[in-house]
């Protein structure tokens, strides 16, 4: 299968999207406002926010310009990016992040994937999909992914992970997607991708980290189950909450039921968490995640 086409509809004039972070203070957006004026931009969309626990700024904008040279558009906002030592990230809306999936032998959340792939919900490339099993790889074929099984043992951890970084330079990756990965990746790769990597936990965090957690909470009886996205750090299952969500159970509801019901939870919640960084709507600030929905 080829490449997906931006469903956006306008394709006679470049739309971009720019991301700014950086201390907050007066000017940032009368500064960046006048910059794409100059670029001859017209502001299609505009979100921002001063976080007061960080006292750290971001702002995304959505903009055209009849510049079709991304390099010359850069050129007119990177001095401003520099007068506030700006984090500034620029993109024409019509170039999909890359994104690598890793996957063990749970298939629900990569077919989740694939399908909003496929039906151009998700305005990602997804170049390759690797997995420790070889479970999910008719999956993959029918959607015309590459697969590549890479099995992972104590011994070869390290091996395997080298490999990975082989795969994110050949393939030009912007960020990670574990869909139900059932590997924790070495602090080292965690840090050197760190606000790359987006995990789904089967459970609304921070309760019931670890192994098991639907027969956590079925022991703990429990009313609600939910699944939260987050950014992987060298702390297994405390990165930053990306996105949410949660359903209703009972007590007759048994372990299996639970998993059942919460896997469809874990469909949407990750399938969001993917959107949101695929369109540059996400700002890590501290131990907090910004997103603009």
Known sequence: MGKRESPRKNRGMPQYVISVQCADGPG?????????????GNIVDNSQYGD??????????TFTSPIEDIDEVRSLLQP???????????????SHQHALVLVSQYDHCLLDLLYRWEAGELAIEIPVVVSNHQACRTLCERYGVPFLHLPVTKENKAEQEALLRGLIAEHSIDFVVLARYMQILSPEFCADLS????????????????????????????????ATAHYVTADLDEGPIIDQGVVSVDHSM????????????????????????????????????VSFQ
Do not use: W
Not at 197 to 222: C, D, M, T, W
């Open 195 to 226: 606000g790359r990597i987006i995990n789904i936990h089967h459970s609304f965090l921070p309760g019931f980290k670890g192994a098991r957690p639907y027969q956590q909470a079925y022991e703990r009886g429990v009313k609600m189950i939910g």
């Open 28 to 40: 940032i957006v009368h500064a960046f406002s006048a910059a794409l004026l100059e670029a001859q």
């Open 52 to 61: 007061p626990i960080t006292s750290q700024f971001c702002m995304r904008t």
């Open 80 to 94: 401003v990016a520099d007068r506030f030592h700006a984090h500034l990230h620029l993109r024409n809306e019509a």
């Open 254 to 289: 048994n372990a299996q039921t639970l998993s059942v019901m919460g896997r469809d939870v874990e469909r949407q919640v990750l399938s969001r968490a993917v959107k949101m960084q695929a369109e540059d709507r996400l700002f890590l600030m501290g131990h907090r995640v």
